[in-house]
């Protein structure tokens, strides 16, 4: 089946600093991906939707200052945390999909906890 | 709008039992896909099975199965035969047609007991 890797797994940085997780597919190549958020024991909010060659797509309320995404290349995306606070500390995960109609992969998350 | 509704919090199931983990969908797109996902503790989410809105039998993947109801707008996962790595929270999850965007239920957590 389809892989996405995500990078860093966990990470614990201090308010103010930003952080950059990656996420890649690794046997496919993905025009899209998307960014996904989720608070402990509720389900995933979509925040993004990577492009790759042009600008993400951002749901409503989701701060795109905040929140950079960079999709480079047809197998990476970027998310990037700017000037990090507490109530940044979340579940990150992304997906990625071979195709239009094909099924979502997701990587293995990223625990950011702002201190 | 699209919604997704997933009215059981939690489940409990002994092990080697059957159980029914509901999803009901709310769309007015006459197309559509259905998928359900597993998230283990460690974070992860995995692919179950999908089922496409056109598709004339119910999907099966293994042990689990859909139990696709159009007209009453539900996909309730049904997973045979329960093991004890069955623990997970699960989530229902609906596509419109031409987007790649996922709708996700609420989830319910199954807890499989010896």
């Known amino acids: 089946g389809a892989v996405v890797s995500q990078h860093p797994s966990r990470v614990i940085c201090k308010s103010g600093t930003s952080v950059k997780i990656e996420c890649r597919s690794l046997?496919?190549?993905?025009?899209?991906m998307f960014w996904y958020r989720q608070f402990p024991k509720q389900s995933l909010m979509l925040m993004a939707t990577?492009?790759?060659?042009?600008?993400?797509?951002?749901e409503q309320g989701v701060e795109k200052d905040k929140f950079l995404i960079n999709h480079a290349s047809l197998t990476l995306s970027t998310l990037t945390v700017t000037s990090a606070h507490p109530e940044d500390s979340s579940f990150y995960i992304c997906?990625?999909?071979?195709?239009?109609?094909?099924?979502?992969?997701f990587g293995p998350g990223t625990r950011l906890l702002v201190l | 709008a699209q919604k997704i509704t997933q009215t059981q919090p939690g489940m409990f199931v002994q092990e080697k039992e059957a159980v029914t983990l509901d999803c009901t969908y709310d769309?007015?797109?006459?197309?559509?896909?259905l998928f359900w996902y597993k998230q283990p503790s460690s974070g992860e989410m995995i692919f179950l099975i999908y089922?496409?809105?056109?598709?004339?039998q119910n999907a099966t993947e293994g042990r689990y199965s859909l139990n696709f109801q159009k007209a009453r707008k539900s996909a309730n996962l049904v997973i045979s035969a329960s093991q004890l790595g069955d623990s997970a929270m699960y989530f229902c999850?609906?596509?419109?047609?031409?987007?790649?965007?996922?709708?996700f239920g609420t989830g319910t957590r199954l807890l499989v007991s010896p």
């Open positions: 999850a609906m596509r419109r047609p031409g987007f790649q965007k996922l709708v």
């Open positions: 769309t007015s797109d006459p197309s559509y896909g």
């Open positions: 046997d496919f190549q993905a025009t899209t």
């Open positions: 997906s990625a999909s071979p195709g239009l109609l094909e099924t979502q992969y």
């Open positions: 990577s492009n790759e060659g042009s600008k993400a797509t951002y």
């Open positions: 089922q496409g809105s056109y598709d004339q």
